[in-house]
């Protein structure tokens, strides 16, 4: 099934069969396509570019699909990665996180820095934060399978 190339936003480079490899998901999601196009809320005279899912619910492509500018993807990408490395030592805290010290890190991007914390503000911090823990274990064969394919293509493009 082909994404639509007929609404606001204009697919240039697409994944027409990401279904397939969504993850533990993979032949069982409504996200059917990925895409890099023209946005859809550019202004005329002003060209932006974003990263788009499309979900289709068996009888049409939803609303629920969504569409980010590039930077907004690498930076959920940088976020995983932090998350990522935070969880490997995480063990060491009695509560996978050290309460008196929940930020993570600050990386500096644009002159100022993004900060990583622990949303301490989530009163069932204790038992999301183990949740998410163990996700994410769960997980690590198919996000490792995915940073290693980015790495390999930083490397590549000389990053």
Not at 10 to 26: C, F, H, T
Not at 33 to 39: D, F, H, K
Not at 101 to 112: A, H, K, S, T
Request: include cysteine; aromatic fraction near 6%; hydrophobic fraction near 35%.
């Amino acid at each position: 099934m082909n994404i639509p190339t007929t609404l606001k936003h204009k697919p240039v480079i697409v994944s027409d069969n990401y279904e397939k490899v969504d993850g533990r998901l993979a032949n069982h999601t409504d996200a059917k396509g990925l895409s890099l196009g023209l946005a859809q809320w550019n202004d005329r005279g002003k060209l932006d570019i974003s990263a788009k899912v499309w979900r289709y619910t068996g009888e049409k492509w939803s609303r629920q699909s969504e569409e980010l500018p590039l930077h907004r993807v690498l930076d959920l990408s940088i976020l995983i990665c932090r998350a990522m490395e935070h969880f490997r030592e995480a063990y060491r805290f009695e509560h996978l996180y050290d309460p008196e010290e929940p930020v993570l890190d600050r990386i500096g991007l644009q002159g100022d820095a993004m900060t990583v914390s622990v949303c301490t503000n989530n009163e069932r911090i204790q038992e999301d934060i183990r949740l998410f823990s163990q996700a994410l274990a769960e997980d690590d064969e198919l996000i490792g399978e995915r940073l290693r394919t980015l790495s390999r293509l930083l490397k590549e493009m000389g990053y």
